[in-house]
């Protein structure tokens, strides 16, 4: 699996420099944000407003309508939380093209409580004409900020920053408002998004090689939410389906799965792996354990509606090297192989 460095920062200069309408917005978080390259490069196309949250929205809406696109980088709980008012009618109500990146979304940063993004989702998905994108891996986020720009209207990305793993090919870009069916299986489905996919790789793949049927689909379109490979992989699951996110259990993944599931008449009981409380400060490896989003909490999750003891452990999660399904030919990989229920 290749890690790579800075993916953001790389790539979003490089994107930008034939669009001198695209601009940047800081709020004193510059390089914590992986602006700094973009400052270095189109100064003249860089803001920093400071710890002004409320400001830097309003300030956004007013370049958007005028004619720039603002790309506003900051963490994810100081563009949902803090400037909520300013975000919506600002921003959202007239429908202007901002684009808001929030970085260290969920349990992605040790700061604590105060830093963890965890209902930033919910609080979006609120927010009529908002759309919502989660970055997977290292080509989703290189290739975000042009899917977003293609959108008419505001964007919220859950943005990745540092070294980030490549899970799905270089050329298998982010498609708005399309998932990823990463393989097939009747028996239970596991959905999942941002950094849980990774994690619900290695489970799923462990549980496949014991001839289990589990499928798997990766979601980075939150918002709209429900596209035909969503619906019909989660409606076709037979024994259950569990969601897996690095948010709160409510108001994000699982609760739009759970609608659409509501709404199409799906009968497979539902498991949502995300926080039930406030988080503290810990690396996101022991968090994800403490919370329970981790890749044994996935497997132990399936298993349960398989109604059979979970036999995956540690040890052989540590030693499984994920490999990617290709992305024309989901199921190339052998521990992605199909399989249907009767090999329970």
């Given at each position: 699996m290749e890690i790579v460095r800075r993916p953001h920062a790389t790539a979003f200069t490089r994107w930008a420099a034939d669009k001198p309408r695209v601009l940047?917005?800081?709020?004193?978080?510059?390089?914590?944000c992986e602006a700094d390259e973009f400052r270095s490069r189109y100064p003249k196309r860089f803001f920093s407003l400071g710890m002004?949250?409320?400001?830097?929205?309003?300030?956004?809406?007013?370049?958007?309508?005028?004619?720039?696109?603002?790309?506003?980088?900051?963490?994810?709980?100081?563009?949902?939380?803090?400037?909520?008012?300013?975000?919506?009618?600002?921003?959202?109500?007239?429908?202007?093209?901002?684009?808001?990146?929030?970085?260290?979304?969920g349990l992605t940063t040790p700061g604590g409580v105060t830093h963890q993004a965890i209902d930033d989702v919910a609080l979006m998905r609120a927010i009529p004409n908002m759309r919502i994108l989660e970055c997977g891996d290292?080509?989703?986020?290189?290739?975000?900020?042009?899917?977003?720009?293609?959108?008419?209207?505001?964007?919220?990305?859950?943005?990745?920053?540092?070294?980030?793993?490549?899970?799905f090919p270089a050329d298998a870009p982010l498609q708005f408002g399309k998932a990823r069916l990463l393989c097939q299986?009747?028996?239970?489905?596991?959905?999942?998004?941002?950094?849980c996919t990774e994690e619900a790789m290695r489970a799923v793949a462990a549980?496949?090689?014991?001839?289990?049927?589990?499928?798997?689909?990766?979601?980075?379109?939150?918002?709209?939410?429900g596209d035909a490979t969503l619906v019909g992989a989660v409606l076709g699951a037979k024994l259950g389906v569990v969601t897996v996110e690095n948010h709160l259990a409510?108001?994000?993944?699982?609760?739009?799965?759970?609608?659409?599931?509501?709404?199409?008449?799906?009968?497979?009981?539902?498991?949502?792996?995300?926080?039930?409380?406030?988080?503290?400060g810990?690396?996101?490896?022991?968090?994800m354990?403490?919370?329970?989003?981790?890749?044994?909490?996935?497997?132990?999750?399936?298993?349960?509606?398989?109604g059979i003891a979970n036999q995956v452990t540690d040890d052989e999660l540590a030693a499984h090297d994920l490999v990617v399904p290709s992305a024309n030919l989901p199921d190339a990989n052998p521990a992605y192989a199909p399989a249907k229920a009767e090999d329970l």
């Amino acid at each position: 699996m290749e890690i790579v460095r800075r993916p953001h920062a790389t790539a979003f200069t490089r994107w930008a420099a034939d669009k001198p309408r695209v601009l940047v917005l800081s709020a004193d978080l510059t390089s914590s944000c992986e602006a700094d390259e973009f400052r270095s490069r189109y100064p003249k196309r860089f803001f920093s407003l400071g710890m002004a949250e409320q400001n830097l929205m309003s300030f956004a809406g007013g370049l958007a309508r005028e004619g720039f696109f603002p790309f506003v980088h900051t963490f994810a709980v100081f563009i949902t939380r803090r400037p909520f008012d300013q975000v919506a009618m600002s921003i959202g109500y007239p429908n202007l093209p901002v684009r808001l990146l929030g970085f260290l979304p969920g349990l992605t940063t040790p700061g604590g409580v105060t830093h963890q993004a965890i209902d930033d989702v919910a609080l979006m998905r609120a927010i009529p004409n908002m759309r919502i994108l989660e970055c997977g891996d290292a080509t989703e986020v290189e290739s975000a900020p042009q899917v977003a720009q293609a959108i008419d209207g505001p964007v919220y990305i859950r943005m990745l920053r540092g070294e980030v793993p490549r899970l799905f090919p270089a050329d298998a870009p982010l498609q708005f408002g399309k998932a990823r069916l990463l393989c097939q299986g009747d028996a239970v489905v596991v959905v999942s998004s941002g950094v849980c996919t990774e994690e619900a790789m290695r489970a799923v793949a462990a549980l496949r090689r014991r001839r289990l049927s589990v499928g798997h689909v990766h979601v980075s379109t939150l918002a709209p939410f429900g596209d035909a490979t969503l619906v019909g992989a989660v409606l076709g699951a037979k024994l259950g389906v569990v969601t897996v996110e690095n948010h709160l259990a409510s108001g994000g993944l699982g609760s739009s799965v759970a609608e659409v599931m509501a709404e199409h008449g799906g009968c497979a009981p539902l498991v949502r792996l995300g926080l039930r409380s406030y988080a503290h400060g810990a690396s996101r490896k022991y968090l994800m354990r403490e919370y329970e989003i981790d890749a044994i909490a996935i497997a132990c999750a399936v298993c349960r509606c398989l109604g059979i003891a979970n036999q995956v452990t540690d040890d052989e999660l540590a030693a499984h090297d994920l490999v990617v399904p290709s992305a024309n030919l989901p199921d190339a990989n052998p521990a992605y192989a199909p399989a249907k229920a009767e090999d329970l």
